[in-house]
Protein backbone atom coordinates (compact mmCIF):
# COMPACT_ATOMS: atom_id res chain seq x y z
CA UNK A 1 0.00 0.00 0.00
CA UNK A 2 1.35 3.55 -0.84
CA UNK A 3 1.97 6.25 1.09
CA UNK A 4 -1.06 8.30 -0.20
CA UNK A 5 -3.53 5.24 -0.02
CA UNK A 6 -1.96 4.80 3.68
CA UNK A 7 -3.17 8.33 5.12
CA UNK A 8 -6.12 8.25 3.33
CA UNK A 9 -6.83 4.94 5.30
CA UNK A 10 -6.04 5.85 8.45
CA UNK A 11 -8.48 9.10 8.50
CA UNK A 12 -11.15 6.85 6.90
CA UNK A 13 -12.20 6.35 3.45
CA UNK A 14 -14.55 7.60 1.33
CA UNK A 15 -15.66 4.32 1.31
CA UNK A 16 -19.10 5.78 2.11
CA UNK A 17 -18.77 8.99 0.11
CA UNK A 18 -21.55 10.41 -1.18
CA UNK A 19 -23.20 13.50 0.34
CA UNK A 20 -23.80 16.25 -0.70
CA UNK A 21 -22.14 19.30 -0.23
CA UNK A 22 -23.08 22.83 -1.16
CA UNK A 23 -24.57 21.70 -4.28
CA UNK A 24 -28.09 20.98 -3.51
CA UNK A 25 -30.57 18.86 -5.83
CA UNK A 26 -33.46 21.01 -5.24
CA UNK A 27 -35.67 22.41 -1.88
CA UNK A 28 -37.76 19.57 -0.14
CA UNK A 29 -40.76 20.33 -1.94
CA UNK A 30 -39.71 19.91 -5.09
CA UNK A 31 -37.57 17.13 -4.33
CA UNK A 32 -40.98 14.99 -3.50
CA UNK A 33 -42.40 16.16 -6.56
CA UNK A 34 -39.69 15.01 -8.95
CA UNK A 35 -39.72 11.79 -6.98
CA UNK A 36 -43.66 11.30 -7.14
CA UNK A 37 -42.93 11.95 -11.61
CA UNK A 38 -40.12 9.35 -11.92
CA UNK A 39 -41.07 6.41 -13.85
CA UNK A 40 -40.17 2.47 -14.58
CA UNK A 41 -38.57 0.92 -17.82
CA UNK A 42 -38.22 -2.61 -17.03
CA UNK A 43 -35.26 -3.10 -13.95
CA UNK A 44 -34.65 0.69 -14.47
CA UNK A 45 -36.49 3.58 -12.68
CA UNK A 46 -35.83 7.04 -14.79
CA UNK A 47 -35.53 10.08 -12.91
CA UNK A 48 -37.20 13.28 -13.58
CA UNK A 49 -33.56 14.58 -14.81
CA UNK A 50 -33.31 11.72 -17.02
CA UNK A 51 -30.95 9.33 -15.11
CA UNK A 52 -30.91 5.69 -15.32
CA UNK A 53 -31.00 3.80 -11.88
CA UNK A 54 -30.60 -0.03 -12.57
CA UNK A 55 -32.81 -1.52 -8.81
CA UNK A 56 -33.35 -4.87 -8.22
CA UNK A 57 -36.14 -6.87 -6.53
CA UNK A 58 -36.12 -9.81 -4.54
CA UNK A 59 -38.23 -11.86 -2.78
CA UNK A 60 -42.33 -12.39 -2.69
CA UNK A 61 -43.73 -9.01 -3.67
CA UNK A 62 -46.37 -9.24 -0.66
CA UNK A 63 -43.63 -9.27 2.00
CA UNK A 64 -41.84 -6.87 4.59
CA UNK A 65 -40.01 -4.11 2.09
CA UNK A 66 -36.37 -3.95 2.91
CA UNK A 67 -34.64 -1.56 0.94
CA UNK A 68 -30.53 -1.45 0.83
CA UNK A 69 -28.24 1.46 0.36
CA UNK A 70 -25.06 0.62 -0.93
CA UNK A 71 -21.27 2.21 -0.09
CA UNK A 72 -18.94 4.18 -2.12
CA UNK A 73 -17.79 2.93 -5.00
CA UNK A 74 -20.06 -0.41 -5.06
CA UNK A 75 -23.36 -0.72 -6.36
CA UNK A 76 -26.47 -3.47 -5.14
CA UNK A 77 -24.27 -6.05 -6.00
CA UNK A 78 -22.12 -5.42 -2.53
CA UNK A 79 -26.06 -6.33 -0.91
CA UNK A 80 -25.90 -9.53 -2.49
CA UNK A 81 -25.69 -11.88 0.50
CA UNK A 82 -28.22 -9.61 2.82
CA UNK A 83 -30.32 -10.27 -0.22
CA UNK A 84 -30.39 -13.57 -0.64
CA UNK A 85 -30.66 -14.16 3.16
CA UNK A 86 -33.73 -11.37 3.25
CA UNK A 87 -36.00 -12.33 0.69
CA UNK A 88 -35.54 -16.38 1.44
CA UNK A 89 -36.88 -15.17 4.78
CA UNK A 90 -39.85 -13.46 3.08
CA UNK A 91 -38.83 -10.37 2.80
CA UNK A 92 -39.21 -8.15 -0.29
CA UNK A 93 -35.85 -6.52 -0.98
CA UNK A 94 -34.62 -3.48 -2.94
CA UNK A 95 -31.56 -2.27 -4.18
CA UNK A 96 -30.50 -0.22 -6.15
CA UNK A 97 -27.48 0.97 -8.23
CA UNK A 98 -26.11 4.78 -6.95
CA UNK A 99 -26.47 7.53 -10.20
CA UNK A 100 -22.89 7.01 -11.51
CA UNK A 101 -22.57 3.49 -9.86
CA UNK A 102 -22.86 0.38 -10.87
CA UNK A 103 -25.54 -0.42 -14.19
CA UNK A 104 -26.96 3.05 -13.34
CA UNK A 105 -26.65 6.50 -15.68
CA UNK A 106 -23.46 8.12 -15.46
CA UNK A 107 -24.12 11.81 -15.11
CA UNK A 108 -22.49 14.48 -15.18
CA UNK A 109 -24.06 16.81 -12.56
CA UNK A 110 -25.90 16.08 -9.70
CA UNK A 111 -23.56 13.42 -7.95
CA UNK A 112 -24.30 14.78 -4.54
CA UNK A 113 -26.08 13.44 -1.46
CA UNK A 114 -29.14 15.86 -2.02
CA UNK A 115 -29.62 13.89 -5.31
CA UNK A 116 -28.75 10.34 -3.83
CA UNK A 117 -31.86 11.08 -1.33
CA UNK A 118 -34.09 12.20 -4.23
CA UNK A 119 -33.39 8.81 -5.99
CA UNK A 120 -33.94 6.49 -2.79
CA UNK A 121 -37.37 8.86 -2.78
CA UNK A 122 -38.08 8.13 -6.66
CA UNK A 123 -37.31 4.08 -6.52
CA UNK A 124 -39.45 3.98 -2.94
CA UNK A 125 -42.52 5.98 -4.65
CA UNK A 126 -42.53 4.88 -8.19
CA UNK A 127 -42.98 1.37 -6.86
CA UNK A 128 -45.10 2.46 -3.92
CA UNK A 129 -43.37 0.96 -1.52
CA UNK A 130 -44.69 1.39 2.18
CA UNK A 131 -43.59 0.52 5.79
CA UNK A 132 -40.21 0.18 4.35
CA UNK A 133 -37.47 -0.30 6.73
CA UNK A 134 -34.30 1.45 4.94
CA UNK A 135 -30.63 -0.27 4.95
CA UNK A 136 -27.78 2.35 4.64
CA UNK A 137 -24.13 1.12 4.68
CA UNK A 138 -21.44 3.28 4.66
CA UNK A 139 -22.30 6.05 2.05
CA UNK A 140 -25.46 4.82 2.09
CA UNK A 141 -26.42 5.67 5.72
CA UNK A 142 -25.88 8.96 4.62
CA UNK A 143 -28.02 8.84 2.21
CA UNK A 144 -30.83 7.29 4.04
CA UNK A 145 -30.51 10.18 6.71
CA UNK A 146 -30.32 12.74 3.98
CA UNK A 147 -33.63 10.90 2.64
CA UNK A 148 -35.68 11.02 5.68
CA UNK A 149 -34.10 14.77 6.26
CA UNK A 150 -35.75 15.86 2.81
CA UNK A 151 -38.55 13.41 2.38
CA UNK A 152 -39.65 12.16 5.78
CA UNK A 153 -40.81 9.07 7.18
CA UNK A 154 -44.38 8.49 6.12
CA UNK A 155 -43.22 5.84 4.12
CA UNK A 156 -40.69 4.17 6.58
CA UNK A 157 -41.19 2.24 9.56
CA UNK A 158 -37.45 1.87 10.35
CA UNK A 159 -34.20 2.49 9.83
CA UNK A 160 -30.66 0.98 10.03
CA UNK A 161 -27.33 2.73 9.48
CA UNK A 162 -24.51 0.19 8.81
CA UNK A 163 -20.93 1.63 9.11
CA UNK A 164 -22.27 4.59 8.00
CA UNK A 165 -21.08 8.34 7.45
CA UNK A 166 -23.14 10.67 9.24
CA UNK A 167 -23.21 12.69 11.52
CA UNK A 168 -20.04 14.47 9.51
CA UNK A 169 -17.28 13.27 8.98
CA UNK A 170 -14.80 16.26 7.75
CA UNK A 171 -12.96 18.20 10.80
CA UNK A 172 -14.39 21.86 10.76
CA UNK A 173 -14.41 24.26 13.57
CA UNK A 174 -17.45 23.19 15.38
CA UNK A 175 -16.76 19.21 14.57
CA UNK A 176 -13.19 19.26 15.90
CA UNK A 177 -12.50 15.92 16.37
CA UNK A 178 -13.49 14.98 12.32
CA UNK A 179 -11.29 13.83 10.08
CA UNK A 180 -8.79 16.74 8.53
CA UNK A 181 -9.33 18.07 5.12
CA UNK A 182 -6.13 16.42 3.94
CA UNK A 183 -7.14 13.03 3.96
CA UNK A 184 -9.83 13.69 1.22
CA UNK A 185 -7.58 15.78 -0.77
CA UNK A 186 -4.79 12.44 -0.71
CA UNK A 187 -8.09 10.40 -1.62
CA UNK A 188 -8.72 12.88 -4.60
CA UNK A 189 -5.25 12.74 -5.60
CA UNK A 190 -4.69 9.02 -5.77
CA UNK A 191 -8.01 8.92 -7.62
CA UNK A 192 -6.61 10.97 -10.61
CA UNK A 193 -3.56 9.55 -10.32
CA UNK A 194 -4.49 5.46 -10.55
CA UNK A 195 -8.14 5.20 -9.60
CA UNK A 196 -7.65 1.04 -10.26
CA UNK A 197 -5.01 1.03 -8.19
CA UNK A 198 -6.39 2.99 -5.42
CA UNK A 199 -9.48 0.57 -5.43
CA UNK A 200 -6.92 -2.18 -5.29
CA UNK A 201 -4.54 -0.87 -2.26
CA UNK A 202 -8.25 0.14 -0.14
CA UNK A 203 -9.72 -3.36 -0.99
CA UNK A 204 -6.80 -5.62 0.18
CA UNK A 205 -6.05 -3.39 3.08
CA UNK A 206 -8.38 -1.43 5.67
CA UNK A 207 -11.67 -1.57 3.81
CA UNK A 208 -12.10 -5.38 4.88
CA UNK A 209 -9.41 -4.99 7.40
CA UNK A 210 -6.77 -6.95 5.34
CA UNK A 211 -4.28 -5.26 6.16
CA UNK A 212 -4.32 -6.38 10.18
CA UNK A 213 -1.65 -8.73 11.42
CA UNK A 214 -3.83 -12.41 11.65
CA UNK A 215 -6.19 -11.53 9.18
CA UNK A 216 -7.67 -14.30 6.81
CA UNK A 217 -7.46 -12.74 2.87
CA UNK A 218 -10.13 -13.43 0.92
CA UNK A 219 -8.70 -12.35 -3.13
CA UNK A 220 -12.29 -13.27 -4.14
CA UNK A 221 -13.82 -9.87 -1.85
CA UNK A 222 -10.91 -7.95 -2.96
CA UNK A 223 -11.84 -8.69 -6.70
CA UNK A 224 -15.36 -8.55 -6.56
CA UNK A 225 -15.10 -4.73 -5.13
CA UNK A 226 -12.34 -3.55 -7.31
CA UNK A 227 -14.89 -4.46 -10.01
CA UNK A 228 -17.89 -3.08 -8.71
CA UNK A 229 -15.50 0.17 -8.35
CA UNK A 230 -14.11 0.42 -11.72
CA UNK A 231 -17.77 0.15 -13.67
CA UNK A 232 -18.69 3.22 -11.59
CA UNK A 233 -18.11 6.47 -13.64
CA UNK A 234 -14.39 8.50 -12.83
CA UNK A 235 -16.03 11.59 -12.58
CA UNK A 236 -18.78 10.51 -10.21
CA UNK A 237 -16.54 8.37 -8.02
CA UNK A 238 -14.35 11.68 -7.80
CA UNK A 239 -17.26 13.98 -7.23
CA UNK A 240 -18.54 11.87 -4.20
CA UNK A 241 -15.45 12.53 -2.35
CA UNK A 242 -16.21 16.56 -1.64
CA UNK A 243 -19.73 15.76 -1.31
CA UNK A 244 -19.72 12.42 1.08
CA UNK A 245 -16.38 14.35 3.29
CA UNK A 246 -18.19 18.02 3.91
CA UNK A 247 -22.08 16.87 4.05
CA UNK A 248 -23.24 17.79 7.50
CA UNK A 249 -26.21 15.16 8.18
CA UNK A 250 -27.16 16.30 12.29
CA UNK A 251 -30.06 18.13 11.11
CA UNK A 252 -31.31 14.74 8.90
CA UNK A 253 -30.86 13.09 12.22
CA UNK A 254 -32.98 15.24 14.43
CA UNK A 255 -35.53 14.52 12.25
CA UNK A 256 -35.55 10.45 12.60
CA UNK A 257 -38.78 9.79 14.64
CA UNK A 258 -38.14 6.17 13.72
CA UNK A 259 -37.20 3.04 15.82
CA UNK A 260 -33.34 2.96 14.19
CA UNK A 261 -30.27 0.71 14.40
CA UNK A 262 -26.73 1.46 14.44
CA UNK A 263 -24.23 -1.06 13.35
CA UNK A 264 -20.40 -0.44 13.61
CA UNK A 265 -17.10 -1.90 13.54
CA UNK A 266 -14.89 -0.82 17.03
CA UNK A 267 -11.79 -1.25 13.90
CA UNK A 268 -13.55 0.49 11.39
CA UNK A 269 -10.47 2.03 9.74
CA UNK A 270 -12.50 4.25 6.75
CA UNK A 271 -15.14 5.56 9.53
CA UNK A 272 -14.16 5.98 12.70
CA UNK A 273 -16.68 4.93 15.33
CA UNK A 274 -16.61 7.20 17.67
CA UNK A 275 -16.78 9.86 14.71
CA UNK A 276 -19.26 8.06 13.28
CA UNK A 277 -21.73 5.21 14.76
CA UNK A 278 -21.78 5.79 18.21
CA UNK A 279 -21.90 9.71 18.18
CA UNK A 280 -25.24 9.09 15.15
CA UNK A 281 -26.70 6.98 18.01
CA UNK A 282 -26.22 9.38 20.34
CA UNK A 283 -27.82 11.92 18.28
CA UNK A 284 -31.16 9.34 16.83
CA UNK A 285 -33.53 9.45 19.70
CA UNK A 286 -34.31 6.07 20.80
CA UNK A 287 -31.27 4.52 18.08
CA UNK A 288 -30.09 1.39 19.69
CA UNK A 289 -26.06 1.26 18.84
CA UNK A 290 -24.60 -2.54 18.23
CA UNK A 291 -20.66 -2.15 18.18
CA UNK A 292 -18.84 -5.35 16.68
CA UNK A 293 -15.49 -6.04 18.41
CA UNK A 294 -12.53 -6.32 15.98
CA UNK A 295 -14.52 -5.50 13.21
CA UNK A 296 -13.41 -3.36 9.82
CA UNK A 297 -15.55 -1.44 7.46
CA UNK A 298 -16.84 -4.10 5.28
CA UNK A 299 -18.61 -5.85 8.58
CA UNK A 300 -21.47 -6.83 5.87
CA UNK A 301 -19.15 -9.23 3.87
CA UNK A 302 -16.77 -10.02 6.85
CA UNK A 303 -19.16 -10.27 9.88
CA UNK A 304 -22.28 -11.72 7.39
CA UNK A 305 -23.24 -14.33 9.83
CA UNK A 306 -23.73 -12.25 12.60
CA UNK A 307 -24.65 -9.23 10.45
CA UNK A 308 -27.59 -11.06 8.90
CA UNK A 309 -29.06 -12.60 12.32
CA UNK A 310 -28.64 -9.15 13.89
CA UNK A 311 -30.33 -7.23 11.09
CA UNK A 312 -33.57 -10.34 10.76
CA UNK A 313 -34.22 -9.40 14.37
CA UNK A 314 -34.46 -5.86 14.13
CA UNK A 315 -36.85 -6.82 11.30
CA UNK A 316 -38.78 -8.93 13.03
CA UNK A 317 -39.05 -6.74 16.82
Known amino acids: ?137 STGGGEVARYIGRHGTSRIKKAVLVSAVPPLMLQTVDNPKGVPLEVFDGLRKASLENRSQLYLDLASGPFYGFNRKGAKVSQGLINSWWAQGMQAGHKNTFDSIAAFSATDFREDLKKFDVPTLVIHGADDQIVPIDIAGKASAAQIKGAKLIVYPHAPHGLTDTHKARFNQDLLAFLQS
Open 1 to 137: MNTTTRAIATGLLAASLQAGVTAHAAQPGTAAQAATHASVDGNYIITTDGVRLYYKDWGPKDGPVVTLSHGWPLSSDSWESQMLFLANNGYRVIAHDRRGHGRSSQPWEGNDMDHYADDLAAVINVLDLKNVTAVGF
